[in-house]
Protein backbone atom coordinates (compact mmCIF):
# COMPACT_ATOMS: atom_id res chain seq x y z
CA UNK A 1 0.00 0.00 0.00
CA UNK A 2 1.47 3.49 -1.00
CA UNK A 3 2.24 5.71 1.49
CA UNK A 4 2.76 8.92 1.15
CA UNK A 5 3.76 12.51 3.41
CA UNK A 6 4.26 15.87 2.32
CA UNK A 7 6.91 18.65 4.66
CA UNK A 8 8.20 21.56 4.76
CA UNK A 9 5.19 24.00 4.39
CA UNK A 10 5.07 27.13 6.02
CA UNK A 11 5.45 31.14 5.90
CA UNK A 12 6.72 32.89 3.68
CA UNK A 13 6.83 36.50 2.59
CA UNK A 14 5.99 37.35 -1.36
CA UNK A 15 9.04 37.13 -3.57
CA UNK A 16 10.55 34.91 -1.46
CA UNK A 17 11.43 30.40 -1.79
CA UNK A 18 10.37 27.31 -0.34
CA UNK A 19 10.78 23.84 -0.92
CA UNK A 20 8.50 21.47 0.29
CA UNK A 21 9.00 17.62 -0.01
CA UNK A 22 6.40 14.18 -0.34
CA UNK A 23 7.89 11.30 0.97
CA UNK A 24 7.16 7.87 -0.38
CA UNK A 25 6.91 4.54 1.25
CA UNK A 26 5.26 1.11 -0.66
CA UNK A 27 6.89 1.38 -3.50
CA UNK A 28 10.11 2.46 -5.51
CA UNK A 29 9.90 5.40 -7.54
CA UNK A 30 10.96 4.66 -10.86
CA UNK A 31 7.91 2.62 -11.07
CA UNK A 32 5.03 5.71 -11.51
CA UNK A 33 4.93 9.23 -11.58
CA UNK A 34 4.59 11.22 -8.65
CA UNK A 35 2.52 14.45 -8.75
CA UNK A 36 1.70 17.39 -6.88
CA UNK A 37 -1.96 19.53 -6.49
CA UNK A 38 -2.47 22.46 -4.10
CA UNK A 39 -6.12 23.45 -3.06
CA UNK A 40 -7.24 27.15 -1.88
CA UNK A 41 -9.96 27.67 0.40
CA UNK A 42 -13.00 27.90 -1.66
CA UNK A 43 -11.26 26.84 -4.86
CA UNK A 44 -10.54 23.61 -6.60
CA UNK A 45 -8.04 21.08 -6.09
CA UNK A 46 -5.42 22.59 -9.05
CA UNK A 47 -2.65 19.72 -10.22
CA UNK A 48 0.80 21.74 -10.51
CA UNK A 49 3.48 19.02 -11.54
CA UNK A 50 4.28 15.82 -12.44
CA UNK A 51 7.39 14.13 -12.56
CA UNK A 52 8.59 9.86 -13.15
CA UNK A 53 11.24 8.25 -14.57
CA UNK A 54 9.94 7.80 -18.14
CA UNK A 55 12.34 9.18 -21.25
CA UNK A 56 9.49 10.53 -22.19
CA UNK A 57 7.21 13.18 -20.71
CA UNK A 58 9.21 13.12 -17.41
CA UNK A 59 7.73 16.40 -16.24
CA UNK A 60 5.37 18.62 -16.75
CA UNK A 61 4.34 21.66 -15.09
CA UNK A 62 1.24 23.67 -14.73
CA UNK A 63 0.65 27.50 -16.74
CA UNK A 64 0.53 28.87 -13.31
CA UNK A 65 3.89 27.81 -12.16
CA UNK A 66 5.38 27.58 -15.21
CA UNK A 67 9.10 28.91 -14.88
CA UNK A 68 9.04 29.16 -11.08
CA UNK A 69 8.30 25.92 -9.40
CA UNK A 70 11.12 23.19 -10.25
CA UNK A 71 9.91 19.39 -9.46
CA UNK A 72 12.63 16.71 -8.64
CA UNK A 73 13.16 13.25 -7.20
CA UNK A 74 15.60 11.31 -4.72
CA UNK A 75 15.26 7.76 -5.63
CA UNK A 76 18.07 6.66 -2.63
CA UNK A 77 15.09 8.01 -0.39
CA UNK A 78 11.56 7.55 -2.22
CA UNK A 79 11.61 11.43 -2.07
CA UNK A 80 10.00 13.73 -4.41
CA UNK A 81 10.61 17.88 -3.90
CA UNK A 82 8.93 20.96 -5.24
CA UNK A 83 11.13 24.08 -5.45
CA UNK A 84 9.12 26.82 -5.39
CA UNK A 85 10.68 30.07 -5.97
CA UNK A 86 9.02 33.91 -6.74
CA UNK A 87 6.27 32.90 -4.47
CA UNK A 88 3.35 35.20 -4.80
CA UNK A 89 0.18 35.36 -2.65
CA UNK A 90 -1.89 33.34 -4.72
CA UNK A 91 -0.28 30.07 -3.96
CA UNK A 92 -1.53 30.10 -0.61
CA UNK A 93 -2.83 26.47 -0.50
CA UNK A 94 -2.85 22.76 0.83
CA UNK A 95 0.50 21.08 -0.99
CA UNK A 96 -0.45 17.69 -1.49
CA UNK A 97 1.30 15.01 -3.20
CA UNK A 98 -0.25 11.96 -5.19
CA UNK A 99 0.95 8.92 -6.92
CA UNK A 100 -0.96 5.93 -8.59
CA UNK A 101 0.77 2.53 -9.44
CA UNK A 102 -1.34 2.80 -12.77
CA UNK A 103 0.55 6.25 -14.00
CA UNK A 104 3.95 5.43 -15.66
CA UNK A 105 4.48 8.19 -16.85
CA UNK A 106 3.61 12.15 -17.19
CA UNK A 107 2.69 12.15 -20.74
CA UNK A 108 -0.80 14.13 -21.69
CA UNK A 109 -3.08 15.52 -19.26
CA UNK A 110 -1.30 13.93 -15.95
CA UNK A 111 -2.52 16.41 -13.56
CA UNK A 112 -6.31 15.62 -12.65
CA UNK A 113 -6.86 14.55 -9.58
CA UNK A 114 -8.99 11.59 -10.31
CA UNK A 115 -6.36 10.23 -11.78
CA UNK A 116 -4.92 8.98 -8.10
CA UNK A 117 -5.29 7.12 -5.94
CA UNK A 118 -2.90 7.53 -2.93
CA UNK A 119 -2.65 10.91 -1.41
CA UNK A 120 -0.65 12.51 1.36
CA UNK A 121 -2.51 14.62 3.68
CA UNK A 122 -1.35 17.88 2.58
CA UNK A 123 1.19 20.64 3.78
CA UNK A 124 0.05 24.82 4.71
CA UNK A 125 2.04 26.74 2.00
CA UNK A 126 0.89 30.41 3.27
CA UNK A 127 2.85 33.61 1.24
CA UNK A 128 2.01 36.62 3.34
CA UNK A 129 3.52 40.00 4.09
Known amino acids: QLQLVESGGGLVQPGGSLRISCAVS????????IAWFRQAPGKEREGISC?????????NYADSVKGRFTISRDNSNNTVLLQMNSLKPEDTAVYFC?????????????????????WGQGTQVTVSS
Open 26 to 33: GRNLDLYA
Open 51 to 59: ISTSSRGST
Open 98 to 118: AADPDIPNCVGNRLRSVMYDY
